[in-house]
């Protein structure tokens, strides 16, 4: 299994950046799929997820708070690939973006995903 983040950068407060995470070797459709972030002395903090899409409406998104309304998750199960839309960012959304994928029921903590990508390096300046 493999995930491959990419799209991170530098931009100032106010900008936008688009996220991709490619991922290759499962069954992408049947996997939950998360972003998480971490900034220099923090821990690994939890950004979106989107569930696998089983449902007739499609998949289930969550946020967290700090981001709510500013970022965007979805998924393209033909390209195996989600995204995460980042606008209105602030300073305090420094930090390395990782993707994750999830095989199982939850999807909200960094333990109940399976395998990681890299991560990208997001930088917004004041």
């Known amino acids: 299994v493999q995930l491959q983040a990419s799209g991170g950068g530098l931009v100032q407060a106010g900008g936008s950046l688009r996220l991709s995470c490619a991922t290759s070797?499962?069954?992408?459709?049947?996997?939950?799929m998360g972003w998480f972030r971490q900034a220099p002395g923090k821990g690994r903090e939890f950004v979106a997820s989107i569930s696998r899409s089983i449902s007739w409406n499609g998949p289930t998104t969550n946020y967290a708070d700090s981001v709510t309304g500013r970022f965007a998750i979805s998924r393209d199960n033909a390209r195996n690939t989600v995204y995460l839309r980042m606008n209105s960012l602030k300073p305090e959304d420094t930090g390395v973006y990782y993707c994750?994928?999830?095989?199982?029921?939850?999807?909200?903590?960094?333990?109940?995903?399976?395998?990681w990508g890299q991560g990208t390096q997001v930088t917004v300046s004041s």
């Open positions: 994750a994928a999830s095989g199982g029921t939850y999807y909200r903590r960094p333990a109940d995903f399976d395998s």
């Open positions: 070797g499962l069954i992408f459709s049947n996997y939950n």
